[in-house]
């Protein structure tokens, strides 16, 4: 079909995650190649001020942040709706499956997996907030994606789980992407960690209880006190809440004087390319994840991995990488443990990560869900 005019509710895009792929989608092919004349893309200032001009995207400016939840989605369900028609959009395209907005057809894209992992959602306080958010959102998920045109996901292990309840039949995997400077770097070679006076150690997530940040601190400290190693760990993300002060209390524990443990907050998309450089070893400690973009970034930049055994990681690295059980700390442990003092296969490890994390590229990314929208 051409001439075709696409609506994207962005309202909702706070996360990192989500805000990069509003931006890898905008700018990572052009939609009229797909018959799609008209783009109509509804977000907050900020987000949209970081999007450059295009003669096929209208920016219209959601302004209700500041108002509670209850305006927010009133706004969502009934003058989104009103907006669209009024720019005669034939198809929305939800980035947030927490939508109540209610045109249609509509594509909704899957990217909290929080609320459907097992176990996960139980890290959280029973009469807690974020508890009692993310048990209403599960719902709210399960009938966006169950009534919407094409339920739309980011990996196939989410892809299982939440469409396990969702139980739409018309779906599609399309995953998101990472910069191009990322893919740019140089691929490390002659990787020998046992041979290294010292190791750098780099973990980018912010606090959160699915994170395990402490867990990763006590390993750390507890192979450098028992090996002598001069290693050192720097957590990049920040964060605030119990997991934040959590974090912050097992550094302050193993390392008062701060000399091997270095807590940043969040780092610009240059400066992050700059540490993954700069550092020795990449850990991923995530019990929770879709498809996490800081692993992919690490891949590209083939630096030596280990990584948690939950979620989607497997499907992303492959098999033959070393793993461990992120709320164990001795698994962790074993982990550091075994690919320091690895002589053998750490190159083609790396080798590995890099050329498997060329397939995730906004290009890719674009290409296919503006062929999908305009095919609905």
């Not at 609506?7 to 190649?33: F, M, Q, V, W």
């Not at 907050?265 to 929770?288: G, M, N, R």
Request: hydrophobic fraction near 35%.
């Amino acid at each position: 079909m051409t001439n075709k005019i696409i609506g994207i509710d962005a309202t909702r895009n706070h996360s990192g995650g989500a805000i990069e792929h509003i931006k890898g989608l905008i700018s990572g092919s052009d939609p009229r190649d797909y018959g799609i004349t008209q783009v109509h893309l509804w977000s907050y200032p900020n987000l949209l001020d970081q999007l450059s001009v295009y003669p096929w995207l209208y920016k219209h400016k959601y302004n209700l942040e500041s108002f509670n939840i209850l305006i927010q989605l009133i706004w969502q369900r009934f003058y989104l709706n009103r907006y669209a028609k009024k720019y005669g959009v034939e198809v929305m395209f939800n980035t947030n499956a927490g939508t109540i907005c209610g045109f249609q057809p509509s594509v909704t894209l899957s990217q909290n997996m929080l609320s459907f992992e097992p176990g996960e959602i139980k890290r959280f306080p029973l009469l807690s907030k974020e508890r009692i958010r993310l048990e209403v959102l599960r719902y709210v998920q399960i009938y966006s994606l169950k009534n919407c045109q094409k339920a739309l996901y980011l990996s196939e292990y989410a892809k299982n789980v939440i469409n396990s309840l969702a139980k739409n039949n018309n779906y599609q995997v399309i995953s998101h992407g990472i910069p191009n400077d990322f893919h740019d770097l140089e691929l490390r070679n002659n990787i020998n960690l046992s041979s290294k006076t010292q190791i750098k150690c780099l973990y980018i997530s912010n606090a959160a209880p699915y994170k395990h940040q402490w867990n990763v601190i006590e390993a750390i400290s507890l192979l450098k006190k028992n090996t002598k190693k001069n290693i050192s760990l720097k957590i990049i993300g920040g964060g605030h809440g119990a997991s934040y002060r959590k974090m912050t209390k097992a550094a302050y524990k193993n390392d008062p004087l701060g000399k091997f443990i270095e807590l940043v907050d969040f780092l610009p998309h240059d400066q992050i390319i700059s540490e993954l450089i700069k550092a020795d070893l990449f850990i991923f400690a995530s019990s929770c994840e879709n498809l996490p973009i800081t692993l992919l970034e690490a891949m590209a930049s083939s630096i030596p991995i280990i990584s948690s055994d939950k979620g989607p990681m497997k499907e992303i690295l492959g098999e033959s990488f070393i793993y461990f059980d992120p709320s164990k700390i001795g698994s962790i442990y074993n982990a550091l443990d075994e690919i320091i003092n690895k002589k053998k296969c750490i190159d083609s490890l790396c080798i590995t990560a890099k050329n498997r994390s060329k397939k995730y590229t906004w290009k890719k990314c674009s290409e296919k869900t503006w062929e999908l929208l305009s095919g609905i």
